[in-house]
């Protein structure tokens, strides 16, 4: 995947991935205690910030919730829902969901996961547009270390989020049965679609030890 952005290459971010964790490791800090601050004051249901984390040039948005009964997530704190614009970023667009990262009780990632549309709400986009968003999203250079840890983050497993993305939707038609996919865009009992685990100790070795010629491919 060619890209002009110094986070959208895997082994670009991961490198970014891994400084991030380095000055947040030497503060005692994580991704989670970046945003709510320390000790984490966090209520189910609730949304944080309360008006969205807007990073990359506003290109993206996120939030960070944990969810009540009947959906909350074993040995998960909470997770974050990342969107992108549909349209000119400065003309009010609607915002399209991405994927949401889940994160341990350590303040850890551990698994990339998608929704259905009743979920978020929004516009439903398919894997290309969001890819094609998320590229753009991605020359953008982070103003703070959580801003610098979710676009590493989102560089490092672009790849994986547009194979995830595909899933999503394969999993949506099948989910149909023949119904119109606005029907069960909206059926409450349809909650989350594909996921992938994350292991990022060895995402991050893999990437980062890889032979030059290696990297250039993962990086085309």
């Not at 971010?13 to 205690?33: D, H, T």
């Not at 610098?148 to 038609?173: F, I, K, N, T, V």
């Amino acid at each position: 995947m060619a890209s002009t952005s110094p986070y959208a290459p895997p082994v670009a971010a991961a490198a970014s991935l891994l400084q991030s964790l380095q000055a947040m490791g030497e503060a005692r800090s994580n991704a989670v205690l970046e945003l709510l601050g320390d000790p984490p004051v966090i209520q189910q249901g609730q949304r944080y910030p309360a008006d969205k984390l807007r990073f990359g040039a506003d290109w993206l948005r996120a939030y960070y919730h944990c969810h009540a009964e009947p959906w909350p997530r074993e040995g998960e704190h909470g997770h974050f829902h990342f969107f992108l614009p549909l349209g000119d970023k400065d003309k009010q667009p609607q915002w399209a969901h991405l994927a949401a990262l889940s994160i341990n009780d350590e303040g850890q990632p551990q698994r990339w996961f998608t929704v259905n549309n009743w979920v978020t709400g929004g516009p439903w986009l398919g894997r290309q547009d969001l890819s094609a968003a998320l590229t753009r999203a991605l020359t953008q250079r982070p103003q703070t270390l959580l801003e610098q840890w979710l676009l590493a983050m989102l560089g490092m497993y672009a790849p994986d989020l547009a194979s995830l993305l595909q899933q999503r939707d394969q999993d949506l038609h099948r989910a149909a049965q023949g119904q119109p996919l606005g029907e069960v865009h909206q059926d409450r009992d349809i909650y989350t679609l594909a996921t992938q685990d994350i292991h990022l100790a060895t995402d991050l070795q893999n990437l980062l030890t890889a032979p030059t010629t290696k990297r250039e491919a993962i990086n085309c």
